[in-house]
């Protein structure tokens, strides 16, 4: 079945410990999201990739990175995670129409990072 | 900005029970609209969406109408089940950027007691 998978499902690090998530889809759609969701909030959008082209929502700090070396796989990276950084992380993929309709984003599992 | 508010939970059912979740939003243009579901400790799952004026989507059971001159898109169904318990977000796509971002509620959590 085609589907956006995340690994790991739970992720423990130490407080300035770099970090790196994981996604990876065999949807073969053109976008990419990361969200960061924390406990009983709705997700919020990091950034997202329309194709290889990198955007950056405006309040996303500079310690969160990306990379998405080819279609399927997309990298988020946490410089020098925080307490604060302690969240639900969840990637999202998306294949526009180009009609201008809402294209719907399919989501994976999430990883649950904490930080210790 | 664009938008979207959910009624606030926690909402406490008894299975067989009419639920209804609203949800209302603010958007210039023409925003798609969406209900996400996420059970505990998973990811979101699209439960249904609308793109237009009047559409209705459904899908195991609930359904929701675009509702223009409400701005509304409320979640509805007629007689949940234990399995319905999870948090729902209602979200609309805004097309304000290059692409359509989501833009969530702050989710409704349900609980449906046997």
């Known amino acids: 079945d085609a589907m956006v998978i995340q690994n790991p499902r739970y992720q423990v690090t130490q407080f300035g410990k770099p970090v790196t998530l994981s996604c990876s889809q065999t949807?073969?759609?053109?976008?990419m999201y990361w969200y960061q969701q924390k406990s009983s909030q709705a997700p919020k959008l990091l950034f997202h990739y329309y194709d290889k082209d990198f955007n950056n929502e405006a309040d996303t700090p500079d310690n969160f990175q990306s990379r998405r070396p080819n279609t399927s796989f997309c990298f988020l990276d946490i410089r020098s995670p925080g307490l604060g950084d302690a969240a639900m992380y969840l990637c999202?993929?998306?294949?526009?129409?180009?009609?201008?309709?809402?294209?719907?984003?399919?989501f994976g599992p999430g990883t649950r990072l904490l930080v210790l | 900005g664009n938008s979207v508010t959910q009624m606030e939970g926690p909402v406490t059912l008894s299975e067989e029970a009419f639920l209804t979740i609203n949800c209302t939003y603010t958007a210039t243009g023409y925003p798609s609209l969406f209900w996400y579901v996420q059970y505990p400790g998973e990811g979101l799952q699209l439960l249904l969406k609308a793109t237009k004026a009047d559409d209705k989507g459904s899908n195991k059971g609930f359904e929701a109408t675009y509702r223009k001159e409400t701005t509304s898109f409320h979640l509805e169904k007629g007689s949940v089940q234990v399995s319905d318990s999870a948090v729902y977000f209602c979200a609309l796509t805004d097309y304000g950027g290059s692409q359509g971002n989501l833009i969530f509620g702050k989710g409704t959590k349900l609980s449906v007691k046997p």
């Open positions: 999202a993929t998306s294949s526009p129409s180009g009609t201008g309709l809402g294209e719907t984003q399919y």
């Open positions: 949807l073969n759609h053109n976008v």
